[in-house]
């Protein structure tokens, strides 16, 4: 449902001003649901997912390869685990296999082979493709207004962009020559990115535009509309298409470019905001992010204080995922242009969706361990379960593979 809202004008005002307001049209988008991103196995499962990998590592990193419960059981809070850490271990049979330590009868978890397999093929495409993933990195401080972020932000995207939690440590103890630690003051550092001056860094909008126009970034068009994807069912008044249409045809400013000069009121600046939203999520590896994660950079990116209202202003760019009490944002592009897209599937994305099919697993095997039933062999791609009540096992993997498919297969 869309409504529209003129504001309201007292009789005196200037007739100057009487002739903005009556171009004005303050867009009301009402939420419309889209079965098809809320059924996404990757990015349904990713705010169960974080705490799993992290746990995973922590197994991993030891040198023994198991840990008593005890050196986990504190850590729900910053682990964002809601209940005890043993039951959200015990959740997860196909990843975590838990034992009887060697002393005084407690709880040791250690990995499953499978876990263990598939962590060594993480750590393998991760040294394979570290460039392409740190760039990603780099091109969000390049982003920011002075192409520096403070680390607790970095530390707080690492996880979006598809880096170890402890890429800072690896970083300041073995630069990797694309960034620089600056001190921010009172006792705060930052990381800076190295700048090649010759280097024109390209957004993955304007890629698109190259793409399909050819040649040189020279000489793309100032005005560079968003491929626009909308929800099933969801129509668009009349003077809603026209403001959309004013919209598309406004100059676009990249991300990577100065914006200082911009009044942040104008529509210009409104699509910019767009713009480093939009370019922002093509980064990350599934294309998504929980909203409230998103609050730290608005002052870094020059967002504005309510920035959020984009995602409900632009339903054809942006999904909103209602779900486990989480607000998720989805950029649709990657998900519904298929090959027309210039955002590059994330190398990471496989990997974190091998994990969740081995989350389905682990439902499987607990409901076989209630009805007593044994349990199933299946081949690797016929491990996905149920990713919804109303979703089945020939859907999740459908879904799978058309994700994977239109994220730059």
Not at 263 to 279: A, F, M
Not at 335 to 344: K, M
Not at 374 to 393: F, L, R, Y
Request: one cysteine or more; proline letters at 6%.
């Amino acid at each position: 449902m869309i409504l529209t809202r003129k504001p309201k004008r007292s009789l005196n005002v200037h007739p100057q001003i009487l002739l903005f307001y009556q171009n004005y049209v303050d867009v009301k988008m009402k939420w419309k649901k889209d079965l098809y991103f809320d059924t996404i196995p990757i990015i349904n499962k990713s705010k169960e997912l974080r705490p799993l990998l992290a746990l995973k590592d922590i197994i991993a990193a030891d040198p023994t390869g198991a840990i008593p419960v005890s050196t986990v059981s504190k850590r729900a809070r910053s682990l964002e685990i809601s209940g005890r850490v043993a039951s959200f271990l015990r959740k997860h049979p196909a990843i975590f296999q838990e034992f009887v330590g060697p002393k005084y009868n407690l709880p040791w978890f250690k990995l499953t082979q499978e876990a263990i397999d598939l962590d060594l093929e993480e750590s393998s495409v991760f040294e394979a493709c570290w460039p392409k993933i740190v760039d990603r990195l780099r091109r969000l401080v390049l982003m920011s207004r002075e192409k520096v972020l403070p680390l607790s932000i970095v530390q707080g995207m690492l996880w979006f962009l598809g880096l170890p939690e402890d890429y800072l440590k690896r970083e300041q103890e073995n630069p990797s020559g694309y960034f620089q630690i600056v001190g921010l003051g009172d006792g705060e550092e930052g990381l800076k990115a190295v700048v090649d001056p010759r280097e024109t860094v390209l957004s993955a909008l304007q890629r698109n535009t190259l793409g399909q126009l050819g040649g040189s970034a020279e000489e793309l068009p100032s005005v560079l509309p968003f491929p626009l994807f909308p929800s099933k069912g969801l129509r668009l008044k009349r003077k809603i298409e026209s403001w959309l249409d004013g919209f598309q045809n406004l100059e676009y400013v990249s991300p990577y470019e100065d914006f200082s000069s911009l009044d942040p009121s104008s529509d210009v600046s409104e699509k910019r905001v767009v713009g480093v939203l939009h370019e922002l999520l093509s980064l990350f590896v599934d294309c998504s992010a929980e909203r409230r994660k998103l609050l730290c950079l608005k002052k870094q990116l020059g967002l504005p204080q309510k920035f959020h209202k984009v995602f409900e202003r632009y339903p054809h760019v942006f999904y909103l995922l209602l779900k486990n009490k989480t607000c998720t944002v989805v950029l649709k592009e990657p998900y519904c242009a298929g090959s027309a897209t210039a955002i590059e599937k994330h190398p990471m994305f496989s990997i974190r969706k091998k994990y969740v099919k081995l989350m389905n697993k682990s439902q499987e095997i607990l409901r076989n361990r209630r009805s007593g039933k044994p349990m199933k062999q299946h081949s690797d791609d016929d491990v996905d379960g149920n990713v919804d009540d109303s979703a089945t096992e020939e859907d999740s993997e459908e879904l799978f593979r058309v994700a994977e498919e239109t994220m730059g297969n």
